[in-house]
């Protein structure tokens, strides 16, 4: 079979430090990393791997980007592909999921399509049902984790508002999802780190992918930032220390009652 | 129209037949054929194994936006019951229409979902379109996006919301993509600005808010958090429009099958946590599952629903359908009470938009505590109790 597992490189949100003087991001010093669910859907796809299965990882940035399809490789992907070029600057989801799309035909013969629950700088998880639409495939979001594959079928275990169901599809499927993992993500070994550098990589530019010059990057995207800001602070609050249980308990209910909270 | 059918592929199977949710294609002489009610939702392209159906979209570039006119919301219905997101939707609907002089309306989408229209009507709905089919008693991605593409390609609303639940982040990319229409995720603010609609939205953890708007495609699409805008009060309404819309469901060409369902909610009021106006969470702190039970009475005691942080999930004290923060669902309740939660950036990402944090936790340097309005260190063990007591009497007073 062959899987094809998406990813993106971003910068760590943990990291991220709002400039109070002038109201912006400051980027300088925040490390970009391999988006931890992205690893996540790339650790499912390796643990449902069979002999003879591709795990190929695709993913669209800057040529710094290489680093995070680097890290897939030594974690366990077979091949890795870059889709970097100027016109794909700016992109929304729309044109991020195109881009993306153009690059799984031309792979082409895919089983399964993997992408995160979603990427942490972006939080819109749309990516992922947007590409299964331009492909014309069916989707499962929100899948917990893969039960089982056999022949042209797949099971897997999906979140529900209050629980979960599990499904079956026919492949070829487009699975987002996936943060069974432990949140950490784990650093691949050195040894494995080495042999990536060995397996192969490639980069395309909008030349590969064909396709009208119009829907890539910000000529494609539908959307328009026009404005970003830090979110309005929230106010220094009153912690209540050194006092007894109920005398702590007591001080809450008088505050939240002057304050009409309660 | 720019859909085809390639007669040289087409063997008259009849899949495409079943797969159209609107009736239009006929096979005639082992032909299919396709006739006017055809709405280009693409349900027929995705069924036909012989790739003989070819759909061209245009993208809706320079194309007169005017004739797309009102402020349309996607209902959600939930084991028989009208979610409160969906009022909330209305609600924000209402005073966009309003400032554009157009009609605020509801899709209803579902089995037996008529019976849901007064609720619509008296909190200001003007115009409610019905498509009520046996066969769409449950949310399949591809049933709800195909009969939804085709409404919307045909009666060319304005705007779309839809509320950002677990099906509503399914479905709604899903149709955008179809339509090549833009989408914004999780907006907490919806407003108009030079006609256009103004869609903010959190990012980058909830460090930055953007402001984003789609000036060039029909519908402008956003889904919406639950629990952040005012539900549509109730008030007599008389001049309420109903348009039925019929659609045909073939459940046997679904290449996603419901196999079991298995629910788990602990909480007895069975609140989901998005839903909730108060939240009683728990995490490592709490330490055993048995301890959830102190959560949980306070949490009944409010009326609200008990969650938790991805460490308490991990350690199997409470499913996952209650877990808040990045990797489970996002929230923003009147009240949330964390209760042994150190405060990771990932669990605060997904609460932080609540308006009251109050935190409960032994450590005093607790990260969590930067967050909250009003904090107690100490033992949870013995604070929540006499919390739970304290709220009980004060409540029974009023």
Request: negative net charge; hydrophobic residues 40%.
């Amino acid at each position: 079979m062959k899987f094809i597992v998406c990813v993106k490189q971003v910068p760590d949100t943990t990291e991220v430090k709002i400039d109070p003087e002038t109201n912006t991001l400051i980027r300088e010093g925040v490390p970009s990393i391999l988006n931890p669910f992205d690893q996540f859907a790339l650790e499912e796809a390796i643990k449902i791997r069979q002999e003879g299965d591709e795990i190929i990882v695709i993913s669209m940035g800057p040529p710094q980007a290489k680093k995070a399809l680097l890290k897939c490789l030594a974690l366990g992907a077979d091949k890795a592909i870059l889709l970097s070029d100027k016109a794909f600057a700016g992109a929304d989801t729309w044109a991020t999921s195109y881009t993306l799309t153009q690059c799984i035909r031309k792979i082409g013969d895919f089983n399964i399509v993997f992408c995160g629950l979603q990427a942490i700088d972006g939080d819109t998880a749309q990516v992922g049902p947007e590409i299964a639409a331009q492909l014309g495939i069916p989707q499962i979001t929100y899948v917990e984790s893969i039960e089982k594959l056999e022949g042209k079928k797949l099971e897997a275990k999906v979140q529900t508002d209050d629980g979960y169901k599990i499904v079956e599809a026919k492949l070829p499927v487009l699975i987002t999802g996936i943060t069974s993992s432990s949140f950490e993500p784990t650093n691949p070994p050195m040894m494995s780190i080495m042999k990536a550098n060995k397996k192969p990589f490639s980069t395309w530019t909008i030349d590969d992918l064909g396709g009208s010059s119009d829907n890539y990057g910000l000529n494609g995207s539908l959307t328009e930032v026009i404005k970003v800001y830090s979110p309005p602070a929230r106010q220094q609050g009153v912690v209540i220390e050194d006092e007894k249980p109920d005398a702590a308990v007591l001080k809450l209910i008088e505050l939240l009652s002057k304050d009409k909270v309660i | 129209m720019s859909i085809t059918v390639d007669k040289e592929k087409c063997t008259g199977c009849g899949l495409c037949e079943k797969a159209c949710p609107f009736g239009a294609i006929k096979i005639v002489e082992k032909i299919a054929v396709i006739g006017d009610e055809c709405t280009l939702c693409g349900a027929c392209v995705d069924q036909c194994n012989l790739k003989a159906i070819s759909l061209q979209r245009k993208k809706l570039k320079d194309v007169d936006l005017s004739q797309y006119q009102d402020v349309w919301i996607v209902a959600e219905i939930k084991d028989g019951k009208v979610r409160n997101v969906s009022f909330e939707l209305l609600g924000k609907a209402i005073e966009l229409a309003d400032e554009l002089m157009q009609d605020p309306c509801v899709l209803l989408i579902g089995n037996n979902v008529t019976k849901f229209t007064q609720d619509f009507s008296n909190r200001g709905a003007k115009k409610i379109y019905i498509a009520e089919n046996e066969d769409l008693k449950d949310y399949h991605t591809e049933t709800y996006s195909s009969v939804i593409t085709g409404i919307i390609s045909k009666y060319k609303p304005n705007i779309v919301l839809y509320p950002a639940t677990i099906s509503g982040r399914d479905l709604a990319p899903r149709i955008a993509a179809t339509l090549e229409l833009g989408l914004t995720a999780d907006c907490t603010g919806l407003s108009i600005k030079d006609g256009l609609l103004l869609q903010t939205r959190p990012a980058f953890g909830g460090n930055i808010m953007a402001d984003i708007i789609c000036p060039i495609t029909r519908p402008q699409m956003a889904t919406v958090r639950p629990n952040v805008m005012e539900m549509a009060s109730a008030n007599d309404n008389e001049n309420t429009k109903i348009i039925e819309i019929p659609v045909n469901v073939d459940l046997q060409g679904l290449k996603i099958k419901t196999k079991e369902i298995i629910s788990a909610s602990s909480s007895e009021c069975g609140i989901p946590v998005c839903e909730a106006d108060i939240i009683v969470s728990g995490g490592r702190g709490v330490g055993c599952q048995e301890n959830f039970k102190i959560l949980e009475d306070l949490a009944n005691v409010l009326k609200g629903a008990v969650g938790a942080s991805r460490a308490a999930v991990d350690l199997g004290w409470i499913p996952k359908s209650q877990q808040v923060g990045q990797s489970g669902t996002t929230v923003s309740p009147r009240i949330y009470i964390a209760c042994g939660i150190s405060g990771t950036i990932q669990h605060l990402v997904g609460m932080k938009s609540s308006d009251i944090i109050i935190a409960i936790n032994k450590d005093p340097e607790a990260p969590i505590f930067n967050v909250a309005n009003y904090g107690i260190v100490g033992d949870l063990c013995e604070v929540v109790p006499l919390l739970t007591e304290a709220l009980k009497k004060r409540l029974s007073e009023n």
